[in-house]
C-alpha cells in the first residue's frame, strides 16, 4: 500500500488524485486541524489517519503494510522568524520519516526543493550535482531543505531504497491564491513593480507525474531536479498581467529599495502582530539570476514538462 504524507497540502492532494484516478488505494496522513480538500472528498480508495511527522510513536501503525511512501509533508516559510519550526519539521520530521522506511523496508520518494541546491553561477544552470554550502546565516528555508536531504543520505547509507525530488516553483490552478498563486493575486491587483531575477518553474501537475515515475522505476541513491523551464520574473508577471487583462508592472524595484521594504515591513509587523509580506530572503531571492536544469530527469525519465505559458493560461481560465 501507498502512504502519502502531507496529504492535504497543495503538492500531496494532487499526487493523492492522480494515484486513485489510476486506481491505486492510499493511505494519507494528515494533522487533525487539517481539512481534506475539495478534490479529494468522497474518494473511497483514499484511508485518511491523523499522525503527526514529528511523534513517531503516532505513526507506527500507520506503516502497517506500508511499502511505498511519498513523503510531501513540510513548513514552508521565508520568514527566518520561523527558523526552529522549519528545523522542526523538516529535518526532524524528516528523520523520523526515513527511520521508519528503513524499520519497514519502504521505498521512499522524498520531496525536496531548489532551495537545497546549490547557489547559482553566473553563465551556468544548477545541476543534480550541486548542493548547498552549509552556512548558519544562510536563509532557514534553504538550510531545513538541505539538511532535510542529508537525512534521505544518511537513511540511504543505512540500506534505505530511496529517491529525491527537487521541484522549482510548483504553480497550478488549485494553489488559489495562496502560495504560487500570491503571484497570480499580486499582478491581478496591478502591482506596478517586477524585480531582475529569475527562478525555474513547474506545473503541479507534472510535478506528480515525475514523482510516479520515478517511484515506479528501478531508480535509487538519485536526486531529480523538476523543472519546466526558467524564466525572468518581469517576463512571468507581464504573462499574467496579459492573462487577467491588466497593466504589466513596468518598474524595477531596485535592491536598495527592497531592503527598505523589507526592514519597513519586519518594523511594523512588530505593532501589528502579523507576518510581513516580503522578508529579507524573499527580497534577496527575487534579484538573483538562478537558472535549473532539467536535463537529467527529461533524460531518464522521458518526461515532456508542460510549456508555462500554458500552465499560466490554465491557472488564470480558473481564477477568472
Known sequence: MILVTGGTGFLGSELIKQLTDNGLAVRALKRETSKIPSLLKDIKL???????????????????????????????????????QLFHVNIEGTSNIVNLCVDNNCRLLHVSSIAALGEPKKGKQITEKDFREYDAKADAYGLSKYEAEMEVWRGITEGLDAVIVNPSVIIGKNAGFEGSGAIFKLVKGGFPFYTNGASGFVDVDDVVKSMIALMDSEITAERYIVSSENIHYKDLFRAIANGFNVKAPTKE??????????????????????QPSITKDTARSSVTLSYYSNDKIVNQIGIQFKPLLNSIAEIIQHLK
Open 253 to 274: 524595484a531596485k535592491p536598495w529599495m527592497l531592503g527598505i521594504a523589507w526592514r519597513a515591513l519586519k518594523f511594523f509587523s512588530v505593532f501589528s502582530r502579523t
Open 46 to 84: 483514499i484511508e485518511w489517519v491523523d499522525g503527526d511527522i514529528n511523534e513517531p510513536s503516532s505513526l507506527e501503525d500507520v506503516f502497517v503494510g506500508i511499502t511505498k511512501v511519498f513523503h510531501c509533508a513540510a513548513f514552508v516559510s521565508l520568514d527566518s522568524s520561523h527558523k526552529k
